[in-house]
Structure formats: C-alpha cells, structure tokens
C-alpha cells in the first residue's frame, strides 16, 4: 500500500489556487519557485509543488475555506496526518498537503507566525516584516511572496533548484531588499552562511 506522502503531485497553477482562495478573508500569497517566478517574469525550472503562504492566527478561516478539500498535516520526518476541520494545527506543524478526495496532492500550505501587523518568522522571531509588505500582486491580482521573504526560507539549507532561484533573483532585487534579507540571513541562520557572500 502506497503511504500518503508517497502519493503522486500534480500541482495546481497559481490562477487556480487564486481561484479557490478567491473568497479568503485572510491574506495569502503564492510561495515557493512560484514566487521567484513571479518576480524575475519568467519560468526557471519545472515545479513539483505549489506553496500557499498564510498566517498561522489565520489556520480555522483557511481550514474553513478548505472544507471540501482532503487535507493532511506534515509531521516531520515524513508523516502525514489527516486535519479535520474541528482540529487546530499544532504547534510545531507548519506544512498542510491538499487534494480532492482520492486524488493527487495539488498544493501545500505553510503556515507562519504574526504578531499583530506583523509578520514574524518561524525560524527566528528577530525577523519580522509588516504582513501589508509581504508580498506584491501579479496578473489577475495574484498575491506572490515578497522574493527576498522566499529566499530567506530557501537560505536555510539550499538544494540545487534554490540555488538556480538565488541566482536568478538576487541582481533584481533592490538595494534595500538584498539588505533585508541579508540580515534575515544573519540573524536565522549565522553569519557563516553561503548567500551572505553574494
């Protein structure tokens, strides 16, 4: 019998994910390669997933929103878990897969703290951005994460498919962009960190 995470993807395209959370109360944002895309305005590589960013204080309107979608929490080190409707989230879940019932995963939520305006992130509180500055729409009015937001959560352990959005991304961002994220860099991950050297 086939585990869950060993379950073929077939992801969505950012236009139909905007189409499901077209009726969201809540922010959101198209993460991941998506994102980088999005911001250097063209295809880099294929993309085996598609990631919705979202605010953790926000986690019973989304699953509300979802409520005919088969979702499944992400246990680390590679367990999945059913998230029913009446369940919230723990606190060390941070990643939701989501299909049609019996179906193939079509995309992920990550989920990330806030505190008041603020976004804050999971991997260091010190890093913090106004939720209104997280993120910039494209075409059709589809909210895309900010590029250097995105690469700070690639910065942590970079594969070969980050390290190609790196490159692509980083001589188009702003002066004020590569510095935040340089210093997101610094304070999450250490100043030894590869990107610091760009």
């Not at 077939?10 to 959370?21: D, H, N, R, W, Y």
């Not at 690469?151 to 510095?179: N, T």
């Amino acid at each position: 019998m086939v585990a869950e995470h060993e379950r073929a993807w077939q992801p969505l395209t950012p236009q139909a994910v905007a189409e499901i959370f077209a009726a969201a109360d809540f922010p959101w944002w198209i993460a991941g390669g998506f994102a980088i895309d999005h911001f250097v305005g063209r295809p880099l590589r294929c993309h085996g997933d598609i990631d919705v960013f979202l605010l953790r204080v926000d986690q019973a309107a989304v699953r509300a929103l979802l409520a005919r979608w088969d979702c499944w929490m992400a246990y680390p080190p590679g367990t999945l878990r059913p998230w029913s409707t009446d369940i919230a989230l723990p606190s060390h879940v941070t990643d939701v897969w989501c299909r049609e019932v019996g179906g193939p995963w079509r995309f992920q939520l990550m989920f990330d703290e806030s505190d008041g305006p603020l976004w804050r992130s999971r991997r260091a509180a010190a890093v913090t951005r106004p939720i209104a500055e997280l993120g910039t729409r494209g075409a059709q009015c589809i909210p895309f994460l900010a590029p250097e937001v995105q690469l700070f959560y690639k910065a942590k352990a970079p594969r070969p498919k980050d390290e190609i959005d790196f490159a692509a991304a980083w001589p188009l961002l702003s002066q004020s962009q590569q510095a935040w994220l340089k210093a997101a860099i610094a304070a999450a991950y250490g100043a030894e960190n590869a990107w610091l050297a760009a």
